[in-house]
């Protein structure tokens, strides 16, 4: 059965403060893992990463997947209150062709 | 690129009332669709997909079924609400080409089952 674990599930920090969200995911027949940001309505796309050890960046915000440890991280600097909001990780089997998503993680950033 | 239409936005049912929801899709043709369940600040819990019209696959045992009467329309069911059907419901379909495992999403029904 196709798994993706996220941690924490919930973090609440400071704004300006670093933070680092966790993924690891079973998934068979691995295409791609995907970050997502969820604020009160539909997830919006953050990256979709397929190669080891290449970063994606956007702004604040950047992620890496890592193969080898079936893992990905997703990674905020100098955090914000518009960050605030829930990051879903999915992993996508080529095999049952659909997403697998985790519990997600609830970040809270306090003035 | 393809665009996802879902309706209503919100809705309050009470128990043992029936359920409806759709989802329409443009910009694309036969799309696999998705339905997607996510309780209270958790994750998304795959429901139903479907690869064609009335194809329709079930992911896990629950008081819901799911429709596909036409290639680009895809209906979430209850003939009885239970109070644990109360949640956010999503209805997703893949991108296209390098975009084919990203999921593309409605905006999504908040239901509340008093």
């Known amino acids: 059965e196709d798994k993706v674990v996220q941690s924490p599930l919930s973090l609440v920090v400071h704004e300006g403060d670093t933070v680092t969200l966790n993924c690891s995911y079973e998934?068979?027949?691995?295409?791609?893992l995907l970050w997502y940001k969820q604020e009160k309505k539909a997830p919006t796309f953050l990256f979709m990463l397929t190669s080891s050890g290449i970063e994606k960046k956007s702004g604040r915000l950047s992620s890496i997947l890592d193969k080898k440890e079936l893992s990905s991280i997703l990674n905020i600097t100098a955090t914000q209150t518009g960050d605030s909001a829930i990051y879903l990780c999915a992993a996508f089997s080529g095999s049952a062709r659909q997403l697998t998503f985790g519990s997600g993680t609830q970040l809270t950033v306090l003035p | 690129s393809q665009t996802i239409h879902q309706w209503p936005a919100t809705l309050v049912q009470p128990v043992g009332s029936p359920l409806s929801l759709e989802c329409t899709v443009e910009g694309t043709s036969n799309p696999n669709l998705y339905w997607y369940r996510q309780a209270a600040g958790r994750g998304l819990q795959l429901l139903f997909y479907?690869?064609?019209?009335?194809?329709i696959s079930s992911e896990v045992p629950q008081n819901l079924s799911a429709s596909r009467p036409q290639d680009r329309q895809f209906i979430l069911s209850s003939k009885k609400l239970l109070l644990s059907d109360s949640g956010f419901y999503l209805c997703?379909?893949?991108?296209?080409?390098?975009?084919?495992?990203?999921?593309?999403f409605g905006q999504g029904t908040r239901l509340t089952v008093v």
């Open positions: 479907s690869v064609g019209i009335g194809q």
């Open positions: 997703a379909c893949p991108g296209r080409g390098q975009r084919d495992t990203e999921a593309f």
């Open positions: 998934v068979t027949n691995f295409r791609s």
